[in-house]
């Protein structure tokens, strides 16, 4: 009967497990990752689906990956490299493209980070992301900042509600950190 109580309370803990549990699908790998992170985009006004910048860390192996998510038109796509700047004023520089996608007019970039950059990500979090947009008149530089709204009636904002995305706390449980 014992067994029988641990094998259900173990299955409990890893269905929930499984399931609350985000990927990062790209091509034809899917990588366990944090939530994504919908940033303010600086673009200026008039740029298709300008606010529309969504980052995450994924996971693969010890080492992390970086993504940049954006919708795209007339040819437009992401390009590297790309700097993340945390709280407390590191710099992580990503160069080194590992694949880019392009499904559903989003375009995907993907960045190796090292295991210490992971490490650096979890103790602090984004403040800000410069990455390179690709358009007919060239490459362009934008920054989207770790910053985001609540869309709820006025006066209803609860009392716990951040105006950022805490990136370090999700990507120290992805890591385990």
Not at 68 to 80: H, R
Not at 139 to 144: D, E, F, G, I, L
């Amino acid at each position: 009967m014992k067994a029988l109580l641990y094998t259900l309370i173990a299955f409990t803990v890893f269905t929930t497990h499984i399931k609350a549990q985000t990927q990062l699908l790209i091509g034809d790998k899917a990588y366990s990752a944090t939530d994504n992170w919908l940033f303010d985009n600086n673009m200026p006004s008039g740029y298709y689906d300008q606010n529309k910048v969504t980052f995450c860390v994924a996971k693969d192996g010890e080492q992390g990956l970086f993504s940049i998510t954006m919708k795209v038109a007339n040819g437009g796509k992401l390009k590297g490299p790309c700097t993340i700047y945390l709280l407390d004023n590191t710099v992580i520089t990503c160069s080194t493209v590992i694949t880019t996608d392009l499904v559903d007019e989003k375009h995907t970039i993907l960045f190796r980070l090292t295991h210490d950059e992971v490490v650096k990500m979890s103790k602090s979090r984004i403040t800000t992301v410069r990455y390179n947009y690709t358009e007919l008149s060239g490459v362009k530089a934008y920054t989207a900042d770790n910053s985001r709204q609540y869309f709820g009636m006025p006066g209803s904002k609860p009392a716990n509600f951040l105006d950022y995305y805490e990136t370090d706390a999700g990507i120290k449980r992805l890591f385990a950190l």
